[in-house]
């Protein structure tokens, strides 16, 4: 166990809808990644968060965008979902900017 | 633009040794990560490299050569619990920030 926690662990939505995932970090931990991996692929960088504020942004879609609030939780919303936005959603955290990454479980996001 | 390549699938035996490569080319190149990620799981930290040699920790080892945009991992003893997909990964940004290749997925025999 990562100490990383993503909620919910599967999704099933239809086309044109909006969903909202969550990620804990691991406790202290300041930095947070969001990952899209699709079917039998690499993980695609999203966009990261340190203490609150956007820090690097990776191939996100204008429909897809984050927050880390001052608990240091983090949300992933998507909106108007297509079928291609099918895959694995991971979040990972870091202590700080330099250290390793640590990744939940991830999200299964179904797009039927 | 950014590329990693890595074969997509090894196979091996049990308690043989194998060698898992990676070619990058990148922006920016701050070290090299390997992951290993069990289907439909997390991917798990192996090893770093930021400088040019062979790191070593327990049955794993990574190599990097910073001149070649070149790096391994280097599985020994290999085990069936081993079998898994092995992620190569530059870190681009002084912030963390990895570009991720598409995996190897390691098939391991009896």
Redesign the interface.
């Known amino acids: 166990d990562?100490g990383?926690t993503q909620t919910p662990k599967h999704l099933i939505t239809a086309t044109g809808q909006r969903v909202t995932l969550r990620c804990s970090p691991r406790s202290g931990d300041l930095?947070v990644?969001w990952y899209q991996q699709s079917l039998?692929?690499?993980?695609?960088?999203l966009i990261?968060y340190?203490n609150g504020e956007e820090?690097?942004k990776?191939n996100i879609l204008e429909r897809f965008s984050a927050q880390q609030f001052p608990d240091l939780h983090s949300e992933l919303n998507l909106s108007s979902l297509e079928l291609g936005d099918s895959a694995?959603y991971?979040c990972a955290s870091?202590a700080s900017?330099?250290?390793?990454?640590?990744?939940?479980?991830?999200t299964?996001l179904t797009v039927v | 633009g950014q590329s990693l390549e890595q074969p997509s699938e090894v196979t091996a035996v049990e308690g043989a040794i194998v060698q898992i490569n990676c070619t990058y080319q990148t922006s920016g190149f701050y070290g090299l990560s390997w992951y290993q990620q069990h289907d439909g799981g997390a991917p798990t930290f192996l090893s770093y490299n930021a400088l040019d040699g062979l790191e070593e920790t327990g049955r794993f080892s990574s190599f990097l050569s910073r001149s070649d945009s070149y790096g391994y991992l280097l599985l020994q003893e290999l085990q069936m619990k081993d079998s898994a997909s092995y992620f190569c990964a530059v870190r681009v940004g002084s912030n963390y920030q990895l570009i991720w290749g598409a995996g190897t997925k390691l098939i391991i025999k009896p």
């Open positions: 990562s990383v930095s990644y039998d692929q690499g993980l695609q960088f990261q340190y820090r690097a990776g694995l991971f870091s900017q330099n250290t390793e990454a640590f990744f939940g479980q991830g299964r």
